[in-house]
């Protein structure tokens, strides 16, 4: 299991002997942020990772492990831990190890300035979604279902953070694909929800997790 933290000097701190909770600690007290890395890749489990603390998220995407292992995301680990109340949110990178990496998987955000501070508040705010291809323009509501705006993509859904939550538009009788703009059911107004689309090269993007009173 990798812990992904850098101080502001951009060295890296991480302990690597010693208990992951306590190397958690550790990292969280000397850095502006860490998340988990690639638990997918690593075999780590969702209950292995719900009595960590000082992390923002876990690592949804990466690309490399996709290319070395076939084992590039880590949605079940990060639906373990919404499920369990934890505001996790989900980030997607490249990892560029070799060049065919670069530009595999990003995050796009919301940010006052392009300062490094206003960048990394955006972050731990959660205010991004992250990507392999797809754009997501707007989540919002749209009386009491959901009405998700992205760019042109073939599928999309809805998740709810317990099992077999979720609403999906593969059995949507005649809609038209590829699609900008999609009214989905909302599963659940009681647990943590989150959006995904995949564009008709299968590429996808993952909105944050947010609540269902959270939107307007």
């Known amino acids: 299991m990798h812990v992904v933290a850098l101080d502001v000097a951009g060295v890296p701190r991480v302990p690597q ?16 942020l860490c998340f988990l890395c690639h638990p997918f890749w690593s075999l780590i489990e969702g ?49 560029a190890h070799h060049p065919a990496d670069i530009g595999g998987g990003w995050i796009m955000l919301r940010s006052e300035d392009r300062s490094p501070q206003a960048l990394l508040a955006a972050i731990r705010a959660g205010r991004f979604y992250s990507s392999t291809g797809p754009g997501i323009k707007q989540i919002c509501r749209y009386g009491e279902n959901l009405l998700i705006q992205c760019s042109p993509c073939r599928e999309a859904a809805v998740l709810g953070a317990f099992p077999g939550s979720g609403r999906a538009s593969w059995y949507m009788p005649g809609l038209q694909r590829p699609f900008e703009e999609i009214i989905l059911p909302v599963p659940t107004s009681k647990a943590w929800l989150r959006v995904e689309v995949i564009d008709e090269r299968g590429q996808k993007a993952w909105s944050n997790p947010f609540r269902w009173e959270e939107l307007r």
């Open 17 to 32: 002997e010693g208990p992951l909770a306590e190397m958690m600690r550790q990292v969280a007290a000397e850095v502006p």
């Open 47 to 95: 209950h292995q990772l719900l009595p960590l603390e000082g992390h923002i998220g876990v690592e949804v995407f990466n690309q490399t492990c996709l290319g070395h292992t076939n084992r590039g995301g880590s949605e079940p680990q990060w639906d373990y831990l919404l499920a369990h109340g934890q505001a996790a949110w989900g980030l997607a990178v490249d990892d």
